[in-house]
Structures are given as C-alpha cells and as structure tokens.
C-alpha cells in the first residue's frame, strides 16, 4: 500500500542493477537529497549545525570507514580515533604549510595519507584475525596518539600541543575558523558525504565489495575461488582509512577548530565509532547513517528532555545517558545484531506486503 | 530522522528562554573522572549568584538566571553546551577546562561573548591587545609555574643551582602549559628540570613514580587534574617521598585530592589563587541558599578549596557586571558590555572585605592590555590530621620578566596564525 509496484518494470539490466530498484525508494532517495542541499542550508541556525549536523555528517563518513572495513571485510578495527587524528593532523600540517591549498584538495590529501597509514597498519591482518587483530590496531590507536603528542613537529612546536584550525576559504567563503558561516561549513561536509557514500555505496556493489564479503564470511574459502586476501583486505584498509581520515580531517578543521589528540581521538572516539557501525548495522551503509544519527542525537535528545523539559539536575541526566547507551547496545546485540538498518529492512518488506501479508 | 528533529526543535521552543535576566551559562562537569573537581566548583559559582539573587535581589536590580550544562571534560559536548546556551544572551563563559576553552577562544570573540578563564585555559590570553574577549586574570599558569620557583628561591636562600626539579603533568594542553616558563627559569636558576607526562586521565603512574624514585629530584611539581592529583599524592606516600618537597599547582590542591591518601598525605602543599577560611559570605549563602534548600548539588562543599574558587569566579563575574552597569547606565547588559565591564574591573581589599570575603583574592585590577591580573598565588599545605589546608604564605609575586616576554611571543604567534590586528590599547 506503502510501496505501491504496480507498473514499476525494467527494461534495462542497468534498471534492473540500480541502488534503489524501486520507484518510491528512488524517488525518496531524491526527497532527502533535495532537502539537505536545497532546503536545510538556508534554514538552520548556529545551533543546529554546530550541535547536530556538522558532527553527524562528519561521523556518518566515519562510520562508513569503518562499516567497510568490519562490517564489509570483516576486519575488526579498534584504531579508528587512530586514523582519524592521522586526518586532522595532516589536514593541520598542509593547512599551515601551503596556505594557498584550496580546503577539499587539503582534505582529499589528508584522507591519501591517512590510507597509507591505514595499509601500514593494515599489513598484521594478512597473518592475524578476529580478537588479534583487533589488538594490533588497538597497538595503532595507542601508538598514533603517543606519536602525535610526543612530536613537536606535528603541532608546530606550540607551546600546549594543541593543534587550531586557521582560517580558509573556498569561493570567497570562509570554510574554516571561528567567522565560517555555518551553512558554508554543512555544505562542506555535505560534498564529502555524498560524494564518499555514493563512492562506498557502488564499491561495495561491485567487484571489490564482492570480494571484501567473501573474505568476510570465508577468508579459505574466497581464496579457493581466486580472492586475492592480500589486495582485498588491504583495498579494504586502505578504503577505509581513507574515509575515517577525511572525517578526522573535517572534525578539525571544520567542526572543532582546535584539537588536542589525547582528548579528541582517543580510544573513546574509537568505540564511539564501533558503536555506531554496531548498532547502525554492520555492512550497510544507510546502517551508517543511522548508527551516526542515532549516536549524535540521542545525547542531545536526553538532555532536552531530561533538563530542559523535566527539570533534571545534569548529573542525573548525564549518568541515564550512559546507562541508556551501554543498554540500547546490549539490547541490539541480542536482539537485532543486524542494527538499525535490518529493522528498517523489516519494516520496509512489511510495508510493501500491508495490507496482505501472506 | 526528520520527525526526531522536529520533535527534538519543538522541545526546545517549549523550554525556551524566560526573557531578560542576566544570563550565566554554567559548563560544569559532574560526571566524568574530573568531577570530583568539577562539583565544588560549580556548586559554588552557582550558589553565590543564587545568593545575590535570594539577599539582593540580583545585581543592579536584575536577576541572575543559570543555565547549567554538562560537559564530562569533553570539548565536543563542550561546544554543544556553547552553542545551545549563547543564544540565550549568555553574558560570560567559565568552562573550568583549557580544552575547552581553546574551543571557545575563536568562537566567542566572533561572537562578542567574553571568556573568563580564571587560572587555567590559554595563557597567553593575559595579552588583551591580542586577545580581547578572553579573560584570565587573576593569575594564569606561567604566572604559577613562577610563583611556584619564587617560592622555593626563598626556601633556598635563593639559589636552586644544581637542584633537580621533576615536572608531573598531565599530557594535555593544560599539562604543558607551564613547560615552557620552567625551561626558561631552569636556564635562568641553574636547577635540572625532568618532564614526567601522565596519559589521561592518570590513574597509571606506576612508571612515573619509579621513575622519581631513581632519578631522586628535590622537588617534584604537579600540573595535575580529576582522579589524577589523588594517584599522585598516593603513589608518592607510597615511594615516601618527602610530601612537604611535593608541590601541587593550583588545580592540584583540593580536599579531595589529599584525603584518599590519609595520613601519609600530610604536609603535601599546593599553591591557591584564592584565600580560606572562615569568611562573611559563606554565612549568607548558607542562609539565603543551603537553608531555602536551593542548594546547587548536595550542598556537602561549603567553604571547600574548590567550592570557594567557584565562588570567587562568580562572584568576580557579578562585580564585573556592576562595573559594567554602571559604566553604560543599564541593567540589563549585553555581553559586549560584559566584555567592557570586565577590562575595567579593580579589587580591592576594601572591596573584597564589602562583599563578605575578604582576603579572597589578591588586588588587582584590569586593563584594554593586561588581561592577566597580577599573577599572585599563595602557597598551602595539607594537615591531614586537622583535615584542612593551611595557608602558609601571603600572595606571592611571579617574576613578570620571565613571564611577560612569554606571553609577548605566544599571543604574537597567535596572531599571526589567525590574522588579528592588535588592538591599540594606548586610546
């Protein structure tokens, strides 16, 4: 009733190939498009970007870093605040040195190096698996934070170690720094996820993605029927470092604008990130979208309604919230280990059989 | 999502603003492993403007209205804290974290906010050519770092040549903020300075300490913050190092800091920008706020280190706001008369004794180029058996001629990263 299919044909194996086969799917795919470049820019204030978009966006390419890395691959990583502190401070290092650089070359750059980074890293899981390798990249969440606190070189030998953003701009805008307009800096973000889950989103359907799940669900098996593990798992590293990169690298220079390592990409940001491809939903990217969304605003939510409307001292507030977290994720684990994105599957086949189901 | 949103805006719109008032955002931290220091500080710089508002009636016949907001130490949901209280007409921001306030740095000053960031945050903020809406009087952290050496020159018959002074920091911008004036003042003086970073949030220090044990210092200096202070006074009863030769800087000199350790903490010292005991003021607030049962918190930190230090930026705050009062003859102020009130403040002695506290703090007094205050902390030491700090020293001067070119530098190359013209504070 919902889905209405009736007279929706394909013609074409193209058509038939296509994200979103059916039309309404399509045609809502196109709806959130055109609210988010043509209507949300010219309505939202300082708040809302700052408090929820920005950092929405910004953990949404994040989250498809890492869903293509574990969720795809199958690679569990635990170094994704790791990589994403590569991304700022490589954004921060060619920010300084080539003032002229245009902001989306600086940051496509950033996310280059944060890849080479991520194969470096990503070399141990042609020998190691599962819970091990999981401990190696945990090595490499430790080791690039100690790295970027100990050398001055990285910080520009600033007197605290923090790194600031200056400011840049692109088209004559401010993209950058304290006087950026905030819709400047959403439509910033927004290039990147788009155009990164577009990219990510026809990976995974292509040649690539096929052998990143076979090694995921067989890594003897794929390689039986001719899957290269060494490239496929590397691909997979080097893919997905570059996306967390480039959400570490928006994260500095665009949403926070000052950044200390230890603080902002520490192991926390790590799980913060896992969480959300966990309860998104593993190997799917809408799962990321969700999982991010779903992470960003329900702190934010608690805090509306639990200070703002009900009157709650913080604290309390504060303290639900991590309860409410630690159990909504138990809760998917038993329940739903698929996420966010499976129970929008199910209710999708729902709705396209309400109101006979069989 | 969308519905989420729009749910989520209708709850804020319901919750709005009650107009006017004078708006002061509290980003306090009650959570998180630094609330032990977070939750005196705020219940006191909130029960001092709940007082004005019970006894006086508000400052200037307009009510103070606090917006408290969690931020764990967090500087992410720091920003979110900023962003959703300055819409409100915020007047000044007091994070109580340097992260943080390198956040809000560039975003207040574009937004005409004023920052107080009362002995911590970035210190170079003291230069107000450079840094005009960012406060740090009355004293900033290389002002502490001097006053700390200052004080063991005068213990010393004033020589530390070929002492060793170790430095415990905790690894953040905060921690390493006093590295620079010690290495300055090491050359100057002739001690040996060994840096120890600490990880956050620094309940490892086993390394640290074996470390101090081999390396024998003289001295051993903390920039210390959350459950960090209480491992170290620990860790350092527990390798007997002489406590009274373990000094702690401001933020590392609290109740709760020592009491864990018991007994064996006793004679541990720290410096305090702020005076103790037994003032005036804390009568008022037990009267007009603890007995009406407003209370910020559980009312359990009266008159505590921390709690009196929250209660000295509050009440710095309401003076400032006076000032400004009068300066533009409203009193209903804007932050950018905030900001005015702020540079133009003076505490005096006779001032301090009129609000109830006297002795709280050192005099001082602002200007269009000194943001600083004059730098002056005293010196306290734990009785563990008396269960209280014991102010040892008056306010003792730091050497600005160490600290000043210092502070030239750093606020020079902030200004040339982000392009800002200085202000000509001759005018």
Redesign the interface.
């Given at each position: 009733m919902f889905y209405r299919e009736a007279g929706d044909f394909k013609t074409s194996y193209a058509a038939d190939n296509q994200t979103f086969p059916i039309a309404f799917d399509r045609y809502r795919y196109y709806f959130v498009l055109f609210i988010a470049i043509a209507v949300i820019p010219f309505v939202v204030n300082e708040y809302w970007a700052n408090a929820l978009l920005l950092p929405f966006l910004i953990y949404a390419i994040a989250a498809i870093g890492l869903n293509i890395l574990t969720g795809y691959c199958g690679q569990v990583s635990l170094g994704t605040g790791g990589f994403m502190a590569v991304g700022a401070y490589a954004t921060y290092k060619l920010m300084t040195a080539f003032p002229g650089l245009d902001m989306v070359t600086i940051t496509f750059l950033s996310g280059f190096i944060t890849a080479g980074v991520g194969v470096l890293f990503g070399l141990p899981s042609l020998r190691i698996k599962g819970f091990y390798l999981a401990v190696a990249t945990l090595a490499a969440q430790f080791f690039l934070v100690w790295l970027f606190n100990r050398v001055p070189w990285f910080y520009n030998y600033s007197a605290s170690g923090q790194i600031n953003a200056p400011e840049r701009t692109m088209f004559g805008l401010a993209v950058t720094g304290p006087n950026a307009e905030v819709w400047v800096k959403y439509l910033f973000c927004l290039f990147f996820v788009i155009l990164l889950a577009w990219v990510a989103r026809n990976l995974t359907r292509g040649t690539v993605g096929r052998q990143w799940m076979a090694i995921r669900d067989m890594d003897i098996a794929a390689e039986i029927i001719g899957v290269n593990p060494l490239k496929a798992k590397l691909t997979a590293f080097a893919i997905s470092s570059f996306y967390v990169g480039i959400s570490g690298a928006l994260l500095f220079s665009v949403f926070l604008g000052a950044v200390e390592v230890g603080e902002a990409f520490g192991i926390t940001k790590s799980f913060l990130v896992l969480f959300m491809v966990i309860i998104g939903g593993l190997g799917s990217i809408f799962g990321s979208f969700a999982g991010a969304a779903f992470l960003v605003l329900l702190p934010v939510a608690l805090k509306v309604l639990g200070v703002d409307t009900l009157g709650w001292p913080t604290d309390i507030v504060a303290h639900f919230q991590l309860v409410i977290v630690g159990g909504l994720i138990i809760f998917f684990l038993i329940v739903e280990p698929h996420g966010l994105a499976q129970l929008w599957r199910l209710a999708k086949e729902k709705l396209r059989l309400w109101p006979f189901p069989h | 999502?969308?519905k989420?949103?729009t749910m989520?805006m209708a709850?804020?719109m319901?919750?709005g603003p009650a107009l006017a008032d004078l708006v002061i955002p509290d980003l306090?931290y009650?959570?998180g492993a630094y609330?032990a220091g977070g939750?005196p500080f705020s219940d006191g710089y909130q029960d001092y403007f709940n007082m004005l508002n019970q006894r006086d009636g508000g400052v200037g016949g307009e009510m103070f209205r606090i917006i408290?907001?969690?931020t764990?130490y967090?500087?992410?949901?720091g920003?979110?804290c900023y962003?959703?209280t300055k819409?409100e007409g915020a007047l000044v921001y007091q994070p109580l974290s340097?992260?943080i306030t390198?956040?809000l740095?560039?975003?207040a000053?574009?937004d005409g906010i004023p920052l107080h960031t009362m002995g911590y945050g970035?210190?170079s903020a003291a230069n107000g050519e450079i840094f005009s809406n960012v406060f740090n009087y009355p004293a900033n952290y290389w002002d502490g770092a001097s006053v700390i050496i200052n004080a063991l020159l005068d213990e010393n018959d004033g020589s530390l040549e070929g002492q060793k002074i170790v430095l415990l920091y905790h690894?953040?911008?905060y921690g390493?903020?006093p590295?620079?004036t010690l290495e300055v003042l090491s050359e100057q003086h002739g001690f040996e300075l060994v840096q120890l970073?600490v990880?956050?949030p620094g309940q490892e220090q086993g390394n640290q300490w074996l470390t101090i044990r081999r390396e024998r210092p003289d001295y051993v200096i903390m920039w210390g913050w959350g459950v960090m202070n209480q491992v170290a006074v620990q860790e350092a009863a527990n390798i007997r190092f002489p406590m009274e030769n373990f000094i702690g800087n401001w933020w590392a000199g609290a109740e709760h800091d020592v009491i864990p350790a018991g007994d064996a903490a006793n004679g541990y010292r720290a410096l305090n920008m702020n005076g103790l005991g037994d003032m005036p003021v804390f009568a008022d607030i037990q009267t007009h706020v603890h007995d009406a049962g407003l209370a910020a918190g559980d009312g359990s930190n009266l008159g505590s280190v921390l709690y009196t230090r929250g209660m000295y930026a509050a009440m710095l705050a309401a003076e400032a706001i006076r000032v400004a009062q009068e300066m533009h003859g409203v009193a209903a102020i804007t932050p950018a008369m905030m900001r005015d009130g702020m540079e133009a403040l003076e505490m005096t002695a006779a001032r301090m004794e009129e609000l109830g506290a006297p002795g709280i703090g050192p005099e001082f007094s602002v200007s269009c180029s000194d943001h600083g205050g004059t730098g002056m902390a005293a010196m306290q030491q734990w009785n563990a058996s008396e269960q209280e700090w014991v102010t040892l020293t008056d306010f003792i001067a730091p050497d600005d001629a160490v600290t000043q070119p210092l502070i030239e530098e750093?606020s020079a190359?902030f200004a040339a990263?982000?392009?800002i013209e200085a202000r000509d504070c001759a005018m």
């Open positions: - | 999502m969308k989420l949103t989520v709850g804020v319901a919750s306090s009650r959570t609330a939750i408290e907001c969690e764990a967090n500087t992410e949901r920003v979110e962003e959703a819409g340097t992260g390198y956040q740095i560039p975003r000053t574009a970035r210190t690894n953040s911008a390493r903020e590295i620079r970073a990880d956050h750093d190359m990263e982000n392009g």
